[in-house]
């Protein structure tokens, strides 16, 4: 599943990060890294961005990202 179809109130964590290695690195400059856990807080009403806590701080990401993250 990806982050980006994961459920309100769920906490998922994070197993790998799809794309190229620039892409990658912007994902993992904003706390988002293997095995990081993470806290999906509300999703906007037309679905994008998403809401999310990551390493204690609030974190809004593109529907377009969340959907290259995998997570369980």
Do not use: H, Q, W
């Amino acid at each position: 599943m990806t982050l980006g179809e994961a459920k309100v109130g769920s906490t998922v964590t994070v197993l790998k990060i799809d794309g190229d290695s620039a892409y990658k690195r912007r994902i993992m400059d904003m706390g988002i890294t293997k095995g990081t856990e993470l806290f999906i807080r509300k999703v906007a009403p037309l679905g994008d961005p998403v809401e999310i806590t990551v390493r204690g701080y609030e974190l809004s990401v593109r529907k377009n990202d969340a959907t290259c993250v995998v997570v369980r």
